[in-house]
């Protein structure tokens, strides 16, 4: 089939969803211990109130993508609600990071609110930017590879507040110390002025890459712009067995992501300093970008059901291996690393697979019923991101607060060190091997796939032509 993407395209793609997952993955790694460490609030709770928060807001993803269906513009049905997100999701993201003198219920209000608002932005752009890729090109071969490498790209920005909160601290003038003086010695924490510093940084870069999006893509798939109640949507999606087993998968591998929720806390605890969250995520993040790599190569072998389940079990026996031996072999930090970069090559199957498969999955509704319905199918793959993220947060941040971590502490026990550690590689590889039974009976694969991108590919064709 023909290839419709540039280069330039493909970059303002890419760049855009790195931009974007870099103010999530701030806050993903950062919210958290900003309340705990600035503003004295209980790890655990906030974990549930993020929760809590998550599950709310995901209320507003079908009502996004119902409004994409109806939407009908020169620019296209996804690309206006970019534009429309990106206001809003700079200022509560610099919100978000300004310390009241809260305290008790009234500080646990306040994030539960503010934090509402940030996800409901946050959905705004959020759904669009997934769906958009259903629609760049109608060639799913060329559409995995644009996927493969914008999520590479979404991965590396998911992990940049680790580069760059470092870097604002650095700068800061009489900011916190970085990378202790003295050997053994715990760096000072992170102060409200840098945090507040960091936010406005990744959210106006974030923004301002967000934007390429909009300005940089085409939609390319023709649509038909139609109203459809909740009950229709819903019918829609439920109609769709392919893509509800995609998000069964999705919701049974709920904590496989839990690390980068309390990757700050496991280098506080293990590492000794909030800012060591670079050293610790590398490694594991190196196997990430390697795995974005050759998961393409191993979909056109294997496909994309054999693929997810390969990755899946090899994620599970290498996590379970990585905390075995940290727990009961050694605390070697070489060791460790080796095996973090080894977790981190199972992570082709939650980053990618999920966002192949919905596209596949939204040809596969359009063949079967000449309907396309990329609002609704990326709206219930983008709520059921983000409630399973808020399930592994808040399960990782319960069982940091259970281990007895605290962020200003001189010592850190083994014992708590050990149970971080657990929460970090252990739980994930569990949640990975539950995931991976919806996907058995997951066939939009090899012939099939083919057979449905060339039969829209015709009647594509076929209505262009016809007076």
Not at 183 to 203: C, N, R
Not at 285 to 298: A, E, N, Q, R
Not at 425 to 450: C, H, Q, R
């Amino acid at each position: 089939m023909q290839k419709y993407m540039n280069f330039k395209e493909i970059a303002a793609y890419s760049l855009g969803l790195f931009g974007f997952q870099a103010i999530v993955g701030f806050l993903n790694s950062y919210q958290a211990e900003f309340y705990h460490a600035q503003m004295a609030a209980n790890l655990a709770v906030v974990g549930i109130l993020i929760l809590i928060v998550k599950v709310v807001s995901a209320v507003f993803d079908p009502v996004v993508g119902n409004m994409i269906e109806r939407k009908n513009s020169p620019k296209g049905k996804l690309k206006p609600f970019i534009a429309y997100s990106i206001l809003p999701l700079l200022v509560l993201t610099v919100v978000l990071f300004i310390k009241v003198p809260l305290r008790g219920a009234a500080l646990y209000a306040y994030i539960f609110i503010t934090f509402l608002l940030w996800s409901m932005a946050m959905t705004l752009g959020d759904v669009p930017s997934q769906a958009i890729a259903s629609v760049l090109t109608p060639n799913p071969t060329e559409r995995t590879n644009v996927i493969s490498i914008a999520n590479t790209f979404k991965q590396i920005g998911f992990s940049a507040a680790a580069v760059l909160v470092p870097v604002v601290c650095l700068l800061v003038p009489g900011g916190s110390r970085v990378f202790g003086v003295e050997a053994g010695q715990k760096d000072d924490p992170i102060s409200s002025t840098e945090y507040l510093l960091t936010a406005l940084v990744v959210g106006v870069l974030g923004c301002a890459l967000f934007s390429l999006i909009y300005f940089g893509n085409k939609e390319r798939v023709p649509y038909q712009a139609e109203k459809m109640s909740f009950s229709e949507m819903f019918k829609a999606l439920r109609d769709n067995k392919p893509l509800m087993m995609v998000i069964v998968s999705y919701f049974l591998g709920a904590g496989r992501q839990m690390a980068m929720a309390i990757q700050v806390q496991a280098s506080n605890a293990i590492l000794g300093s909030e800012n060591y969250v670079l050293v610790l995520g590398i490694a594991t993040g190196v196997g990430t970008m390697l795995s974005m790599t050759i998961t393409p190569l191993l979909i056109k072998k294997l496909g994309e059901k054999k693929t997810f389940l390969a990755l899946s079990i090899y994620g599970f026996v290498v996590s379970m291996l990585a905390f075995l031996i940290y727990a009961f072999v050694t605390t070697n930090m070489v060791v460790m690393f080796i095996f973090l970069f080894l977790v981190g090559l199972q992570f082709g199957a939650v980053t990618l697979m999920p966002m192949i498969m919905v596209t596949d999955c939204v040809d596969y509704y359009e063949y079967e019923t000449g309907k396309r319905v990329e609002g609704p199918a990326f709206s219930i793959l983008t709520l059921t991101i983000k409630v399973c993220l808020a399930i592994g947060a808040a399960l990782g941040l319960i069982f940091v607060q259970l281990s007895g971590y605290d962020a200003g502490a001189a010592v850190v026990e083994q014992s708590t060190k050990t149970t971080v550690y657990f929460a970090y590689v252990a739980l994930p590889g569990i949640f990975s091997l539950l995931s991976i039974f919806p996907i058995l009976k997951y066939d939009l694969t090899g012939e099939k796939k083919e057979q449905i991108a060339l039969a829209l590919q015709a009647r594509r064709e076929e209505k262009q032509t016809t007076p």
